[in-house]
Structure formats: structure tokens, C-alpha cells
């Protein structure tokens, strides 16, 4: 089991990374923490730790360009051997709506994993 590191800050503090956390693009304050803490260490080597944001913006992009109407998907569809992380944003970024046109299905697949389905997109971009 890999460590934990936990600790607590003030609400002040809590709403500050949240602010940040959103400008940079992060779907939330635990993987922007993340990716800051691991960001300053210094001699690392940089191929030995994907941020966890370019994940969720390489899945959050394939679910948008690569993924039809209609289709039924799981995480492991946009990126192999997935962190459990990912998963976890992802359902997030899709119950509040920040991955749009995405509903969760009621029913795991065979290997036991969530299933989505990609919606039409019924925001009206034409003009009349």
C-alpha cells in the first residue's frame, strides 16, 4: 500500500487552493496539493510521476473529440491501467456537470468498472 500524507489547514487556506486548484485546470484541491507538493522536489525524475492533471485533461479531451454520441465507455476506454485518482475525478468532473454532454450508467461492466455514457451536446449553438 502506497503512504499517505495528510494534514490539516484552515478554511481560509482550504478556499485559496480551491481558487487556484480551478484557475490551473485541476478538477479539484487534493490532485492540485499533489502535484504542488511533488513539484518542489528537487532531482526527481520527471518520467517517474505523470501529473495527475495532464491525465484528467488527456481523459476530459478524449472523452470530447474521440468519443461518439451514443457510446458507452469506462476510463480504462481513454487511458490504459488508469491511477484509481483518475477515476475518482473523473466521476466528480461528470456529477457536477464540469465534463459536460457525459451521464453516469446505473450498471459496472463485466470487470467491474463504471460505465458513461457520452450524450448529444443540446446547448443551441445556432442563431435564429
Same mark, same amino acid.
Given at each position: ?12 487556506e ?5 481558487? *487556484?486548484?480551478?484557475?490551473? &485546470? #485541476?478538477?479539484?484541491?487534493v /490532485? #492540485? ?12 525524475n ?17 472523452? %470530447? *473529440? *474521440? %468519443?461518439?454520441? &451514443? ?15 483518475? &477515476? ?5 468532473? @461528470?456529477?457536477?456537470? @464540469? %465534463?459536460?454532454? @457525459? ?12 460505465? #458513461?455514457?457520452?450524450? *448529444?451536446?443540446? /446547448? ?5
Amino acid at each position: 500500500m502506497a503512504p499517505r500524507i495528510q494534514f490539516r489547514i484552515s478554511d481560509s487556506e482550504y478556499e485559496s487552493l480551491d481558487r *487556484e486548484a480551478r484557475i490551473q &485546470g #485541476y478538477p479539484d484541491v487534493v /490532485s #492540485y496539493a499533489k502535484d504542488l507538493v511533488l513539484s518542489t522536489i528537487k532531482g526527481t525524475n520527471p518520467k517517474a510521476s505523470v501529473k495527475m492533471i495532464d491525465l484528467y485533461k488527456l481523459a476530459e479531451g478524449k472523452i %470530447i *473529440e *474521440e %468519443i461518439q454520441s &451514443g457510446s458507452i465507455f469506462t476510463i480504462k476506454d481513454l487511458i490504459p491501467n488508469p491511477p484509481a485518482l483518475l &477515476g475518482k475525478l473523473i466521476l466528480k468532473g @461528470v456529477e457536477n456537470q @464540469v %465534463i459536460e454532454n @457525459v451521464v453516469l450508467l446505473p450498471d459496472l461492466d463485466t470487470n467491474g468498472a463504471l460505465q #458513461y455514457l457520452k450524450t *448529444e451536446d443540446t /446547448s443551441d449553438n445556432s442563431e435564429s
